[in-house]
């Protein structure tokens, strides 16, 4: 079984783990984690979840895959510190937002390169991912991304340019839905309902049409119009959406996180 080390052990390493280790797709023994300066994190993993701590930089070299999961901005200072160690057939696996492929090889050199944009519904096998390769990996090596990948939800490759456009929308997408849910709550509230009883309701009123959506070959616009009675309550509830330009809105924030993106790619 291949050696996997995680280098930045946020909620994006957790969540990819956890997945895998559940999903039996590869052993806790197998995996490694190590940061920047967060040591009680480590022991944390290493509780939950039985991965090693990487005891020092040599052990490196002994990696199979390494899985670049620090923010973008650390990135440079981390390929620097990987330099050294790191073995000419290790594979890399970038989850960081904007970072070209390009970027990784002149960091580490010349080798297989995996460009994944996850989400933290990874924790629960749920992620929506967008993949990219470059040219130097095998057909068999993409095989087994896919493989960790299909392991923590859906995945699906793409070119790697329109990697921008997936991180805006499924990379960033649970933080709009939970947003979304903030202010279900804070109507919830409003109109004196038990807090947990809107959490109920409204969870699985997105879940349910989530796998509506999923299960009909329907246009969301035809769905929507099943919802909607005429002259009834949704009808009153769209129309205020529609005078305050909601879908403009949630345009332009898609279109605003890829540029971002496309930003982080440029170093700003
Ligand atoms: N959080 C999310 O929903 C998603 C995040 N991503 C990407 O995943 C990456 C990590 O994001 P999060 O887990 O949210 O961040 P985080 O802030 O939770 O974790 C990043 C970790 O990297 C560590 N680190 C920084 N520099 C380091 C270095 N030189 N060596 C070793 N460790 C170092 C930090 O100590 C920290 O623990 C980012 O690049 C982000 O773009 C991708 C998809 C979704
Ligand atoms: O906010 C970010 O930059 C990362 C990438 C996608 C989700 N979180």
Redesign the pocket.
């Known amino acids: 079984m291949q050696n996997i080390l995680f280098?930045?052990?946020?909620?994006?390493?957790e969540a990819l783990l956890q997945g895998w280790i559940r999903e039996q797709v590869v052993k806790p023994g197998h995996i490694y984690v190590?940061?920047?300066?967060?040591k009680a994190?480590l022991t944390e993993l290493q509780t939950r979840y039985g991965v090693k701590i990487l005891a020092n930089n040599e052990k490196i070299a002994h990696m199979d895959i390494i899985v670049l999961?620090?923010?973008?901005k650390?990135v440079h200072?981390?390929m620097e510190?990987l330099r050294p160690f790191i073995a000419n057939n290790t594979i890399i696996l970038s989850?960081?937002?904007g970072i070209a492929m390009e970027t990784i090889q002149v960091g580490l050199g010349e080798r297989p390169i995996a460009r994944v944009?996850?989400?933290?519904s990874a924790t629960l096998g749920m992620s929506a991912s967008g993949i990219a390769f470059n040219d130097v990996m095998t057909a068999e090596q993409k095989a087994f991304f896919m493989t960790l990948l299909n392991a923590v939800g859906t995945v699906v490759e793409v070119p790697e340019d329109q990697l921008h456009a997936v991180t805006a929308l499924s990379?960033s997408g649970p933080a709009y839905i939970y947003y979304v849910m903030e202010a279900f709550l804070a109507a919830g509230e409003k109109l004196g309902v038990e807090k947990e009883t809107v959490r109920a309701l409204m969870t699985q009123t997105i879940a349910g049409s989530a796998a509506m959506l999923k299960r009909f070959d329907e246009e969301p616009a035809t769905l929507r119009k099943q919802v909607t009675s005429p002259g009834g309550t949704t009808e009153a509830g769209i129309r205020v959406l529609d005078e305050l330009h909601v879908k403009d809105a949630i345009e332009n924030c898609v279109m605003s996180a890829e540029k971002r993106s496309r930003e982080l790619a440029s170093g700003k």
């Open positions: 280098v930045g052990a946020g909620s994006m390493a190590t940061n920047r300066s967060n994190r999961a620090m923010k973008p650390d200072t981390s510190q989850v960081l937002a944009m996850p989400n933290t990379g």
